[in-house]
């Protein structure tokens, strides 16, 4: 089996180290030539809609998939056209709309914050008022690692916001006071079989995600409603590939935040501390294979190296400690790289991930 992976960033050189395991052959494309992925395995060189580069992904490929949600459209139409496509269209484009999101999850009956769609200054303005402040306004497109975002708290301040987000179509959603954020990542295959793992505690700083523990603290009540949510969510867009919702835990309620129809920062821990990481599963049920177990093996927590990298025989020292480098170069908030930290029980993962922070530069406070 050969798949092509549009994007060649550190999702796309994971998800061809799977593929490598289990003898399937991947080829990404990307725009650069040095891309993290095209140090590990075939790789063409081109825009994501550029008909050329193209033409030459879908010769050598008998499924497609992607690593990134900003995908064009038109690129995945272009290529369903000449061989399957995983996830589907239908799927990047709520993916790539915060608007088309926020009411698919509420149409599959996923509680989300207040929300209201502003066009303009005007409309900002209407949306303030109805779903009161603070409120946070969003970019409808783009926008990662907090990028594209503003947070209102008076109203002297809504001209400020809106053109810090670039005074483009926007989402403007009531602040929710949440307890923590948690993920849940499921998979599912062509024939629908949906597996999901254990919910996922995040913790960010400066809007990037810096810490991630699996299974979440306490979670066992909510695991049942986010896999409900997840399983309405990847039927209703006839989704095959993995899928994961970012959510807020605020009481005993969830709420959802976000989605991204993809192999996600936050399941990273997989790899080690699941018994099938979301990276072969998401290979599996793009190519039609049986999907594996998704159980976690123990406690699990995944540190992001961000920025920097720390000097790797530190890391290595900690004999529980897996490094991954993505091949990339330094820069102030790029993701270089992930540790992850595995154990018997929750404790000691937190302890050790505490004793391997020391080496990472991570804004203070602890998140954890």
């Known amino acids: 089996m050969r798949v092509g992976i549009i994007g060649g960033g550190q999702l796309g050189r994971m998800l061809v180290h799977a593929g490598q395991d289990l003898g399937i052959e991947c080829t990404t494309l990307d725009p650069a030539a040095d891309s993290p ?16 580069a193209l033409d030459r992904l879908a010769a050598v490929s008998d499924v497609v998939t992607y690593e990134f949600e900003n995908v064009p459209v038109e690129t995945a139409h272009s290529l369903a056209d000449r061989l399957p496509v995983y996830p589907a269209a239908t799927s990047l484009e709520t993916g790539q709309d915060r608007l088309a999101e926020k009411t698919t999850f509420t149409e599959v009956g996923l509680a989300v914050p207040m929300f209201a769609a502003v066009e303009d200054l005007a409309s900002l303005e209407a949306a ?15 926008g990662y690692d907090g990028k594209g975002q503003a947070v209102i708290r008076r109203i002297e301040l809504l001209e400020d916001a809106w053109r810090a987000i670039g005074e483009v179509p926007a989402i403007c959603e009531a602040f929710v006071p949440f307890d923590r954020e948690v993920s849940i990542i499921a998979v599912r295959s062509r024939d629908g ?32 409603a986010a896999e409900e949510r997840v399983r309405a969510l990847m039927e ?25 129809p993809r192999v996600h920062n ?42 920097r990298e720390p000097d790797p025989q530190a890391v290595l020292a900690f004999p529980w400690a897996h490094l991954h480098r993505y091949g990339k170069a330094p820069r102030e908030g790029r993701k270089l790289g992930h540790i992850t930290i595995c154990g018997d029980d929750e404790g000691t993962v937190r302890e050790r991930a505490l004793q391997v922070s ?11």
């Open 128 to 142: 303030v008022e109805a779903v009161g402040l603070p409120a946070v306004l969003k970019t409808r497109r783009l």
């Open 236 to 260: 209703r867009l006839d989704h095959v590939g993995v899928l994961t919702i970012e959510l807020f835990v605020a009481g005993e309620s969830l709420l959802g935040n976000e989605m991204a």
């Open 37 to 52: 992925a095209a140090k590990v395995g075939p790789s063409i060189v081109g825009a994501y809609d550029d008909p050329a």
């Open 266 to 307: 936050s399941g990273h821990w997989t790899i080690e501390g699941a018994q099938t990481s979301q990276f072969e599963n998401h290979l599996r049920a793009v190519c039609g294979l049986p999907l594996g177990d998704t159980d976690a093996r123990g406690h699990a927590a995944m540190l992001n190296v961000i920025g």
């Open 193 to 224: 079989d949906v597996r999901c793992w254990p919910l996922v505690e995040n913790h960010h700083r400066e809007g990037i995600l810096r810490l991630s523990l699996a299974p979440a603290s306490g979670a066992a009540a909510l695991q049942a």
């Open 358 to 368: 020391t080496l990472l530069p991570i804004p203070e406070p602890w998140p954890i």
